[in-house]
């Protein structure tokens, strides 16, 4: 994929990018009680990506995601599989949703749940996947 060259892209781009990821991350954790989760979250996020790969190429756009988009899809699916397994552990239903108290030094108590784990999991699934293919089409064009 050729570059515009377009100074304006490649600046705005690197400055969505991180306002993007943190709005990703804001629409997945508000997700269970008010619109928003792991889907809308993860397209969010592969948006920011995609819009990097438009401004620069998919080199720098795979140098700048932390992980290879597969990896992120494969994680993904093990934490949303996960997810349902400690109910199991205590004789209810696989994806029972379940919460954990835990006291954060500062912050107070916050819940750890089962449900996030899930919402998590589809966001690292839905984030690899359309990356992996939105890579995948930008490398056949090169």
Do not use: C, N, Q
Request: aromatic residues 12%.
């Amino acid at each position: 994929m050729t570059t515009m060259g377009s100074l304006i892209l490649r600046t705005a781009s690197r400055f969505l990018l991180p306002l993007l990821l943190l709005f990703s991350v804001f629409m997945l954790l508000r997700g269970h009680d008010e619109p928003g989760g792991g889907f809308i979250a993860g397209l969010v996020a592969a948006t920011g990506f995609a819009l990097y790969l438009f401004a620069f190429d998919a080199g720098r756009t795979r140098e700048l995601m932390w992980a290879d988009p597969r990896v992120l899809f494969g994680l993904g699916l093990l934490a949303a599989t996960l997810a349902g397994v400690p109910p199991i552990l205590v004789g209810e239903p696989f994806f029972t949703a379940m919460w954990w108290p835990i006291e954060v030094p500062g912050l107070g108590e916050i819940k750890l749940s089962t449900p996030l784990v899930f919402d998590i999991g589809v966001y690292l699934v839905v984030l690899g996947g359309v990356m992996t293919i939105v890579l995948a089409l930008a490398e056949a064009e090169e």
